[in-house]
């Protein structure tokens, strides 16, 4: 697996096609994805349902936020509560297309059977 390629999200097969439609820069459809990898072909969904794994690498994506947003803040401002909780949960909300991205990125390449050896 290279950095590289989960960074751009490229196939996990031949590193060229695009796994998403859209660049993540288009927000308003950054969930699209490519059936298929339009260089090699290969399916970008190896069996119905795969992606609901990915549940859980999304999840971690959000803790580690969290916890990056959290400890600055703590440190350096200490605020009120409730300023924790509107700042955690806005960054929670700003990263869902950071996140969703990336954890059926990471999910594809880890689990999808796909990678060359
Ligand atoms: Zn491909």
């Not at 994805?33 to 971690?60: D, I, Q, R, W």
């Given at each position: 697996?290279?950095a590289k ?13 695009d ?29 119905p ?17 969290m ?5 600055p803040?703590y440190?350096i ?8 909780g ?6 929670s ?22 990678t060359?050896?």
């Amino acid at each position: 697996m290279k950095a590289k390629e989960v960074w751009q999200g490229k196939c996990p097969r031949c590193s060229e096609g695009d796994i998403f439609v859209h660049p993540i820069s288009k927000i308003s459809r950054f969930s699209e994805m490519n059936s298929h990898c339009a260089k090699c072909g290969v399916t970008f969904e190896p069996e119905p349902g795969f992606y609901y794994g990915s549940l859980f690498v999304s999840y971690a994506f959000t803790i580690a936020i969290m916890v990056i947003v959290w400890v600055p803040l703590y440190v350096i401002l200490n605020p009120p509560d409730w300023v924790y909780g509107a700042t955690l949960v806005g960054f929670s909300i700003l990263s869902i297309p950071f996140s969703f991205r990336y954890s059926r990125i990471l999910f594809l390449y880890w689990f999808g059977g796909l990678t060359n050896k």
